[in-house]
């Protein structure tokens, strides 16, 4: 492992890290190829909207957000600048929150930290977390690793190729990505009371807001359910 990446760990790396890091890159197969499907859907959607090659591929690569980047293409298509922006930043909200989750797991310098922060993504997030609360930060980083080169890469092959709406509808890709994250939301689940809590509350909140608003701004407000994680698990103190 390279001296950089020693340094992304806290310092030296332990054969455990290695281990950890190796295992994460693993887990982040699954995930990773679920975001290679819809990354060929945005890159096919941003060439259709007359973004050319580089500059969606440049996007994938720097914001690494689905959620993100899909929410500033359609808002650009109809609104204005300013709206795409604050729409993707409130998008992006959640991650204010893991992050605060994840803060006490980082180790080492103010650099070291902000820079090991930035392999957080949903589905890292989820396999890096332990049964004690915490999170294995090298296995978090390499959850992320996979799944950045299949986002880039299915960028650029989605705005190459650019295949169609209905044939990826008629192959059920366009389905391959929300069930994935199903399934990691359902084991999740399954290791928490409280999790299971929030979830429900979630799609509680979510179903009454479609009937007064737009199904993004109905997602955005069924966020406001992790707020549970403030509270202690059973047999926690406040």
Same mark, same amino acid.
């Given at each position: 492992m390279s001296r950089a990446a020693s340094s992304m760990f806290g310092g030296a790396a332990s054969g455990d890290r290695r281990a950890e890091f190796i295992d994460g890159m693993r887990l982040g197969i699954g995930p990773g190829?679920? @975001?290679? &499907?819809l990354a060929l859907s945005f890159g096919a959607e941003a060439q259709a909207r007359g973004w050319g090659f580089a500059l969606p591929v440049l996007f994938s690569m720097f914001a690494?957000? =689905?959620?993100?980047q899909f929410t500033l293409l359609t808002t650009l298509a109809s609104g204005t600048a300013l709206a795409a922006i604050t729409s993707a930043t409130l998008i992006n909200a959640r991650y204010l929150v893991m992050s605060v989750a994840l803060n006490n797991s980082l180790q080492g310098s103010r650099l070291s930290r902000a820079l090991q922060a930035q392999a957080l993504v949903d589905a890292s997030f989820v396999v890096a977390h332990r049964n004690d609360g915490g999170f /294995?930060?090298?296995r978090l980083i390499g959850a992320? &690793? %996979?799944?950045?080169?299949?986002? &880039? !890469? =299915? #960028?650029?092959? =989605? @705005?190459? #190729? !650019? %295949?169609s709406p209905d044939l990826m509808h008629k192959l059920g890709i366009d389905v391959a990505f929300p069930a994935f994250f199903l399934l990691l939301a359902l084991d999740e689940l399954r290791r928490s009371r409280r999790a299971l809590v929030a979830g429900?509350? $979630? $799609? @509680?909140i979510a179903g009454v807001l479609l009937f007064v608003t737009s199904p993004g701004y109905a997602l955005l407000g069924a966020t406001a359910a992790a707020l549970l994680g403030v509270l %202690?698990? /059973?047999g926690e103190t406040a």
């Open positions: 190829s679920a @975001a290679f &499907v690494f957000s =689905g959620s993100a /294995d930060v090298a992320s &690793v %996979p799944q950045w080169l299949l986002w &880039v !890469s =299915g #960028t650029a092959i =989605g @705005a190459l #190729t !650019s %295949p429900l509350l $979630g $799609g @509680a %202690p698990e /059973d």
